[in-house]
T-cell receptor
Framework: EPEVTQTPSHQVTQMGQEVILRCVPISNHLYFYWYRQILGQKVEFLVSFYNNEISEKSEIFDDQFSVERPDGSNFTLKIRSTKLEDSAMYFC???????????????FGNGTRLTVT | GQQLNQSPQSMFIQEGEDVSMNCTSSSIFNTWLWYKQDPGEGPVLLIALYKAGELTSNGRLTAQFGITRKDSFLNISASIPSDVGIYFCAGQLVWGNEKLTFGTGTRLTIIP
C-alpha cells in the first residue's frame, strides 16, 4: 500500500537555526498537510496546501514557518529560526479528494522528531 | 476553536477483554475518524464515519457516529497485545480534505 514518507526521522538543531523537514506524499494525492504533536499531547493542525498555495493555517503557523512543494514529489516544512518550544513530532499527511467528496481520510507519515537545544 | 474530549484518558485491561472509548465535542462535525498511534509512528486510520448514526466495523473494531454529530464511540472486542497504543478520534467540519481536529487520546495498555 502506498505510504507517506518523511525524512529525517530525527533532527536535532540548535535554537535559532533553520530546519527543513521533508515529506514525499502519496503520488496521486493533491492535498497536503503538516501537523505537530508535542510529546504526550494531541496532534495539532499546522497548515494545509493545495494547488501550490496554502489553503488554511493555524495560529501556530506563524511567520517562522513556511511550506513549499519544490517539485512534483516533495513537500517541505521550513522553520526559519527554531525555538525550544518547536520541539515536537511533525507529521506530514496527504489526501486525494476535493471538498465535498467522501472517502478521503488523511494518510499520515511516521513523522520527524525535532529536538531544539 | 473546536475541541474533542476523549474518555477515558487511559485504560488498563487484560487480554481478551472488550474495550470501549468515546469522544465528545461541543461542536458538530460532519466526519468522524478514529486513528491509532504506536510509539514513534504516525497515526494510522482505523475507521472513518461519514453519516450521523452510522455504525461501521473493521474486524474487531466497531465505531459509531452519534446522531447529534457531537460524539462517537469506538469498541474493540477480544483485545490482543497488538491493540496497545494511543487511540485518537478526529473530526472534520466538512467532507473532503478539510483539516482534522484531534481528540486528546486514550492510551490502551494490556496487562499480561
Amino acid at each position: 500500500e502506498p505510504e507517506v514518507t518523511q525524512t529525517p526521522s530525527h533532527q536535532v538543531t540548535q535554537m535559532g537555526q533553520e530546519v527543513i523537514l521533508r515529506c514525499v506524499p502519496i503520488s496521486n494525492h493533491l492535498y497536503f498537510y503538516w501537523y505537530r504533536q508535542i510529546l504526550g499531547q494531541k496532534v495539532e493542525f499546522l497548515v494545509s496546501f493545495y494547488n501550490n498555495e496554502i489553503s488554511e493555517k493555524s495560529e501556530i503557523f506563524d511567520d517562522q514557518f513556511s511550506v513549499e512543494r519544490p517539485d512534483g514529489s516533495n513537500f517541505t516544512l521550513k522553520i526559519r529560526s527554531t525555538k525550544l518550544e518547536d520541539s515536537a513530532m511533525y507529521f506530514c499527511a496527504s489526501g486525494d479528494r476535493g471538498l465535498g467528496s467522501y472517502n478521503s481520510p488523511l494518510h499520515f507519515g511516521n513523522g520527524t522528531r525535532l529536538t531544539v537545544t | 476553536g473546536q475541541q474533542l474530549n476523549q474518555s477515558p484518558q487511559s485504560m488498563f485491561i487484560q487480554e481478551g477483554e472488550d474495550v470501549s472509548m468515546n469522544c465528545t465535542s461541543s461542536s458538530i462535525f460532519n466526519t468522524w475518524l478514529w486513528y491509532k498511534q504506536d510509539p514513534g509512528e504516525g497515526p494510522v486510520l482505523l475507521i472513518a464515519l461519514y453519516k450521523a448514526g452510522e455504525l461501521t466495523s473493521n474486524g474487531r473494531l466497531t465505531a459509531q457516529f452519534g446522531i447529534t454529530r457531537k460524539d462517537s464511540f469506538l469498541n474493540i472486542s477480544a483485545s490482543i497485545p497488538s491493540d496497545v497504543g494511543i487511540y485518537f478520534c478526529a473530526g472534520q467540519l466538512v467532507w473532503g480534505n478539510e483539516k482534522l481536529t484531534f481528540g486528546t487520546g486514550t492510551r490502551l495498555t494490556i496487562i499480561p
